[in-house]
């Protein structure tokens, strides 16, 4: 068996595992579920989710992963449970599922950066989206996407991922905050922000049903959540590391990306004239690349529209590739703690496989769509209330002293946070799931 790697440095952990959270659910995902979902009534309940269920549990999935050293189903085991590796499983296979049409999403980007330079879309944004979002193009980009998922991922911990989310991550802030500082001193950029950032009341409470669901799932889906993942990269941790405080810093970054991208997003929208609630998950390239479409013919010869169409799906794609490769890492750690393998042969083994598994999200959308939504809403929620549960009630007591290791000050805090675990968490997540099962039945539970 290959020896275990282990990060090189805190700040290459923390940075690995925000490049993780931040991606395509903060640039892609987030905006049109938010359009679809009653705007900022939907921003409310996504940021209190995010810090009242998202954080404690992000440190839940930490716990498990250092205190065992191990892959998402062995760390169950290590820590002395072996009947919990079931989790681990369910995990596998979410990472599975997940990564098969993220994939599909992260080509559509790459052929995005492409046709923004050339200006592929311009005048035409829906055909040109209709034309490449399903079928062979869709696959062939879906491949590329994932060949380089595997190219990080094969060349290990340290050299691969660390290396690479080190460059990304620190590129990501800079361009999302240029791209929101531009996007402010657009003409409607007011209008955009009033949608985004003021919350009408009576709409978060006839929708709370549906909101609920989709924003918890939501934050589960962009902190990377639910299937391991942190698990994962918390296995590669020292012991030395104070856990709490590296979540708090991976949630913070995480939340302003996300909050950032709506800034980008919805002043461009409402520059154009476009309707922010045109659904589904083509919105963001039919609508954004309008808008720099428009504002390409707007400025004549100069190619205003299209340096910032690539800039703009360049940061998508970066974000999108830095966290493809921590759903990819999930399976590999998997199969290098067990099988004696090397790690590009089982990397690029896992990846062809989950290539294949998207193939029917790469030829129809609505395909796509439901995977996003099967996973996001119900097996995601379903991971979580799993590690919450075992965290809370069966690790229990070790939980904290885990927690302790890092921290050594004394176990109050630790202790506040296992049983807000154990009794808040553990409703809250349950709730969400059953609202979230009745919501894919089609029944109504709340108004
Ligand atoms: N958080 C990433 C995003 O927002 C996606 C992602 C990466 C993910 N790893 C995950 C989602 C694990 C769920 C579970 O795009």
């Given at each position: 068996?290959?020896?275990?790697?282990?990060?090189?440095?805190?700040?290459?952990?923390?940075?690995?595992?925000?490049?993780?959270?931040?991606?395509?659910?903060?640039?892609?995902?987030?905006?049109?579920?938010?359009?679809?979902?009653?705007?900022?009534?939907?921003?409310?309940?996504?940021?209190?989710?995010?810090?009242?269920?998202?954080?404690?549990?992000?440190l839940a999935?930490?716990v498990v992963?250092?205190g065992?050293?191990?892959?998402?189903?062995?760390?169950?085991?290590?820590?002395?449970?072996?009947?919990?590796?079931?989790?681990?499983?369910?995990?596998?296979?979410?990472?599975?599922?997940?990564?098969?049409?993220?994939?599909?999403?992260?080509?559509?980007?790459?052929?995005?950066?492409?046709?923004?330079?050339?200006?592929?879309?311009?005048?035409?944004?829906?055909?040109?989206?209709?034309?490449?979002?399903?079928?062979?193009?869709?696959?062939?980009?879906?491949?590329?996407?994932?060949?380089?998922?595997?190219?990080?991922?094969?060349?290990?911990?340290?050299?691969?991922?660390?290396?690479?989310?080190?460059?990304?991550?620190?590129?990501?802030?800079?361009?999302?905050?240029?791209?929101?500082?531009?996007?402010?001193?657009?003409?409607?950029?007011?209008?955009?922000?009033?949608?985004?950032?003021?919350?009408?009341?009576?709409?978060?409470?006839?929708?709370?049903?549906?909101?609920?669901?989709?924003?918890?799932?939501?934050?589960?889906?962009?902190?990377?959540?639910?299937?391991?993942?942190?698990?994962?990269?918390?296995?590669?941790?020292?012991?030395?590391?104070?856990?709490?405080?590296?979540?708090?810093?991976?949630?913070?970054?995480?939340?302003?990306?996300?909050?950032?991208?709506?800034?980008?997003?919805?002043?461009?929208?409402?520059?154009?004239?476009?309707?922010?609630?045109?659904?589904?998950?083509?919105?963001?390239?039919?609508?954004?690349?309008?808008?720099?479409?428009?504002?390409?013919?707007?400025?004549?010869?100069?190619?205003?529209?299209?340096?910032?169409?690539?800039?703009?799906?360049?940061?998508?794609?970066?974000?999108?590739?830095?966290?493809?490769?921590?759903?990819?890492?999930?399976?590999?750690?998997?199969?290098?703690?067990?099988?004696?393998?090397?790690?590009?042969?089982?990397?690029?083994?896992?990846?062809?496989?989950?290539?294949?598994?998207?193939?029917?999200?790469?030829?129809?959308?609505?395909?796509?769509?439901?995977?996003?939504?099967?996973?996001?809403?119900?097996?995601?929620?379903?991971?979580?209330?799993?590690?919450?549960?075992?965290v809370g009630?069966?690790f229990g007591r070790q939980a904290v002293e885990e927690l302790?290791?890092?921290?050594?000050?004394?176990?109050?805090?630790e202790?506040?946070w296992l049983?807000?675990v154990?009794?808040?968490?553990?409703?809250?997540?349950?709730?969400?799931?059953?609202?979230?099962?009745?919501?894919?039945?089609?029944?109504?539970?709340?108004?």
């Amino acid at each position: 068996m290959v020896e275990r790697e282990q990060w090189a440095s805190r700040v290459g952990f923390i940075l690995a595992a925000v490049g993780s959270a931040v991606g395509l659910g903060n640039i892609w995902r987030f905006p049109y579920v938010t359009a679809e979902n009653g705007g900022a009534a939907f921003l409310v309940v996504y940021l209190a989710a995010v810090v009242a269920i998202g954080l404690p549990a992000m440190l839940a999935e930490f716990v498990v992963g250092r205190g065992s050293h191990r892959n998402v189903v062995d760390a169950f085991e290590r820590v002395g449970y072996p009947r919990a590796r079931v989790i681990g499983v369910v995990g596998l296979f979410t990472g599975f599922f997940i990564l098969a049409y993220y994939s599909v999403v992260g080509g559509w980007v790459l052929r995005y950066v492409l046709a923004s330079a050339t200006g592929a879309y311009f005048g035409k944004p829906s055909a040109y989206f209709g034309a490449i979002s399903a079928g062979l193009d869709a696959l062939a980009f879906h491949a590329i996407f994932m060949a380089t998922t595997v190219g990080i991922v094969a060349a290990g911990v340290r050299e691969g991922i660390e290396v690479a989310t080190k460059l990304m991550v620190p590129t990501i802030l800079v361009l999302m905050v240029a791209l929101a500082a531009w996007a402010l001193t657009l003409p409607g950029a007011g209008d955009g922000l009033a949608y985004y950032l003021t919350p009408d009341v009576g709409v978060l409470v006839s929708n709370l049903g549906t909101i609920l669901p989709f924003a918890v799932g939501q934050a589960f889906f962009t902190l990377s959540l639910g299937m391991g993942a942190m698990i994962t990269y918390a296995s590669y941790v020292g012991d030395e590391d104070n856990l709490g405080v590296d979540a708090l810093t991976i949630v913070l970054f995480n939340t302003f990306v996300g909050v950032l991208a709506g800034f980008v997003v919805f002043p461009l929208l409402f520059a154009q004239g476009v309707d922010p609630g045109d659904p589904g998950p083509g919105a963001i390239f039919v609508s954004i690349a309008t808008a720099f479409g428009e504002l390409d013919a707007t400025f004549g010869t100069l190619p205003v529209g299209r340096v910032l169409g690539v800039v703009f799906f360049g940061v998508v794609a970066i974000a999108a590739l830095s966290s493809a490769i921590s759903l990819l890492e999930v399976v590999v750690s998997y199969v290098l703690d067990n099988y004696d393998v090397d790690r590009p042969a089982a990397a690029t083994a896992v990846g062809t496989l989950m290539f294949l598994v998207g193939v029917p999200s790469a030829l129809d959308t609505d395909v796509l769509s439901l995977a996003d939504t099967v996973a996001s809403n119900l097996l995601l929620p379903l991971g979580v209330t799993l590690v919450v549960v075992f965290v809370g009630w069966v690790f229990g007591r070790q939980a904290v002293e885990e927690l302790d290791v890092g921290t050594g000050e004394g176990e109050t805090l630790e202790s506040v946070w296992l049983w807000h675990v154990r009794v808040a968490l553990v409703v809250a997540v349950v709730f969400t799931l059953a609202l979230s099962v009745a919501e894919l039945l089609g029944a109504e539970v709340l108004p």
